[in-house]
């Protein structure tokens, strides 16, 4: 059973950066994807990037790419997300997943395993 563990969210100022974090245990992690997705109030929960473990290949959704950047540390079995000029729009409950097909990355409905979230809010 594949385990997902997140830290590193909180309040930061609009133009401010932070770095996720996503403990991952259990399982075959090194054949599966990891993304981190995000859901705020009254909206539907959004992929914003994802990596495939073995190839360390990523994608992005449109609203953050060239402020976030997804990397995975083998030794440490984690996945980062490390967002950089947050806007307001960025608040949302951020949670990691994990998914053991790979290829169907950009479907939020492959990922078989959640983490519990963590709260990014961005003050304007």
């Known amino acids: 059973q594949v385990q997902l563990v997140e830290s590193g969210g909180g309040l930061v100022q609009a133009g401010g950066s932070l770095r996720l974090s996503c403990q991952v245990s259990g399982g075959a992690i090194r054949t599966y994807a990891v993304g981190w997705f995000r859901q705020a109030p009254g909206k539907e929960r959004e992929l914003v990037a994802s990596i495939i473990w073995s190839i360390g290949a990523t994608l992005y959704g449109d609203s953050v790419k060239g402020r976030f950047t997804i990397s995975r540390d083998n030794a440490k079995n984690t996945v980062y997300l490390v967002m950089n000029s947050l806007k307001p729009e960025d608040t949302a409950v951020y949670s990691c997943?994990?998914?053991?097909?790979?290829?169907?990355?950009?479907?939020?409905?492959?990922?078989?395993?959640w983490g519990q979230g963590t709260q990014v809010t961005v003050s304007s």
């Open positions: 997943a994990a998914t053991p097909t790979p290829l169907r990355w950009k479907d939020i409905s492959e990922y078989l395993y």
